[in-house]
């Protein structure tokens, strides 16, 4: 059993930063790829930004330079350091990551945790 244990959500102004935590703990052997989605009330949960165990990227384009994720591979945990929010960029955050047991990835997901921008 995998948890993912998320923290940092919270209301912040337009304009202002937040930073996003997720510490993947449990039957860990080799986590592969960690990131965070979003889903805003009456949308579907979409990517932000993932990366791999030896730090590539990728994110979406409407978090492009103002959004940073990060991994601690000794320590199971990804962050995602966000600034210069904008009111869309609110929703409840996901963290995920995904590991390969028994021949097949395994999917795991954090419980979500809430960004609120205010304009």
């Known amino acids: 059993q995998v948890h993912m244990v998320e923290s940092g959500g919270g209301l912040v102004q337009a304009g202002g930063s937040l930073r996003l935590a997720c510490a993947a703990t449990?039957?860990?052997?080799?986590?592969?790829?960690m990131g965070w989605y979003r889903q805003a009330p009456g949308k579907q949960r979409e990517l932000v930004a993932d990366?791999?165990?030896?730090?590539?990227?990728r994110y979406a384009d409407s978090v492009k330079g103002r959004f940073t994720i990060s991994r601690d591979n000794a320590k199971n945990t990804v962050y995602l350091q966000m600034d210069s929010l904008k009111p869309e960029d609110a929703g409840v955050y996901y963290c995920?990551?995904?590991?390969?047991?028994?021949?097949?990835?395994?999917?795991?997901w954090g419980q979500g945790t809430q960004v609120t921008v205010s304009p």
């Open positions: 995920y990551a995904n590991q390969w047991r028994a021949g097949s990835f395994e999917d795991y």
């Open positions: 449990g039957s860990i052997f080799s986590i592969h790829v």
């Open positions: 990366i791999t165990p030896v730090g590539n990227t």
